[in-house]
Every structure is written in structure tokens, then in C-alpha cells.
């Protein structure tokens, strides 16, 4: 199995930018579908991005289209997410998460996946 560690979170201004970063060991990186999360506090855990095996195919959010972007790297192990134009409703915990299924290629929902990383808290700031 696949492990996943975030970083790249921390506190910005709004209007900011980020990038995270989602290393995974283990297994071939490559052999899993991933997706990007996030939970504020006393919300539920949400869809932010999903990113297919290869990278080809990606799916975002709707609000956060434009201005969130998904990567990944096949070679590096690493999956990505940029995140523009940062704002205070964006604070929350961020997750990456990981999935083996065949038959997810973008999940959008947390039970498609069997594999999370610790997380990474990122704070924007009025």
C-alpha cells in the first residue's frame, strides 16, 4: 500500500498563493487514482480536485475552478495542488488522498478512496 505525507500548508494573506505537495511511497505511485480534500472545522470533509492515473484527466470543485490547479508526477512520486487568489474561506485542513479501484478514475467523493495522508493545515488571513 501507498503512504502519503502532505506539505507545503502555512498561514498567507489573502489573495495569496500555495502549493502543496503529496509524496507517496510504497507502492507505484503511478497504479493509483488521487484527489485533493479539505475540511474546515465543524464542517464536513469536501471535494477539492481529483487527478486519473496518468494525469491526463482532472476534475475540480466548481468554485474553486480557475483558480486551484492539480498536478502530478509520476517519475517524483509527488502529487500537487496550486492554489491562487487564496481566500479566508479557504482555511482548512488539506488532504491527499489515494485510490487502488479501477473503477475510480476522478472520485469526487472521500469513500472513493482508501488511502489519506495526515493532512496540512493552510490559513489565509484577511
Known amino acids: 500500500q501507498v503512504q502519503l505525507v502532505e506539505s507545503g500548508g502555512g498561514l498567507v494573506q489573502a489573495g495569496g498563493s500555495l502549493r502543496l505537495s503529496c509524496a507517496a511511497s510504497?507502492?507505484?505511485?503511478?497504479?493509483?487514482?488521487m484527489g485533493w480534500f479539505r475540511q474546515a472545522p465543524g464542517k464536513e470533509r469536501e471535494f477539492v480536485a481529483a487527478?486519473?492515473?496518468?494525469?491526463?484527466?482532472?476534475e475540480y470543485a466548481n468554485s474553486l475552478k480557475g483558480r486551484f490547479a492539480i498536478s502530478r508526477d509520476n517519475v517524483k512520486n509527488t502529487l500537487y495542488l496550486q492554489m491562487n487568489s487564496l481566500q479566508p474561506d479557504d482555511t482548512a485542513v488539506y488532504y491527499c488522498?489515494?485510490?487502488?479501484?479501477?473503477?475510480?478514475?476522478?472520485?469526487?467523493?472521500?469513500?472513493?478512496?482508501?488511502?489519506w495522508g495526515q493532512g496540512t493545515q493552510v490559513t489565509v488571513s484577511s
Open positions: 488522498a489515494g485510490s487502488l479501484a479501477r473503477t475510480i478514475l476522478l472520485g469526487t467523493s472521500p469513500r472513493s478512496y482508501a488511502y
Open positions: 510504497g507502492r507505484t505511485f503511478s497504479t493509483y487514482a
Open positions: 487527478i486519473s492515473r496518468s494525469g491526463g484527466s482532472t
